[in-house]
């Protein structure tokens, strides 16, 4: 399956962005979702994760913040994001793994990944 992210940008410190992840060219609805940033200078770091049929995963620092949902009709993932702060800052990207993984937080269990969308938060 090919993945497309889009929906980053520019945006205050406490404002929202949602970020879509669509697909293409596979069966979506046997896909597990996940998504990872990567801040300047640091390394890729898992953010929130949805598996076929609804069950969400999330990295603590965005609990409560971001929500991870899909829509099987329109081949798309979605990571809306809430209460943003400077530190979200960061290449947002998608990730697919047909049939699934346990390992939903790490880069490598997928087999499937999209190109990045910037988010920048201004403080």
Partial sequence: ????????????????????????????????????????????????AISWIGPTYYEDSVKGRFTVSRDNARNTAYLQMNSLKPEDTAIYFCAGAEFGTRDYGTWGAYDSWGQGTQVTVSS
């Fill in 1 to 48: 399956v090919q993945l497309q992210a889009s929906g980053g940008g520019l945006v205050q410190a406490g404002g929202s962005l949602r970020l879509s992840c669509a697909a293409s060219g596979g069966s979506f609805s046997s896909y597990f979702m996940g998504w990872f940033r990567q801040a300047p200078g640091k390394e890729r770091e898992f953010v929130a």
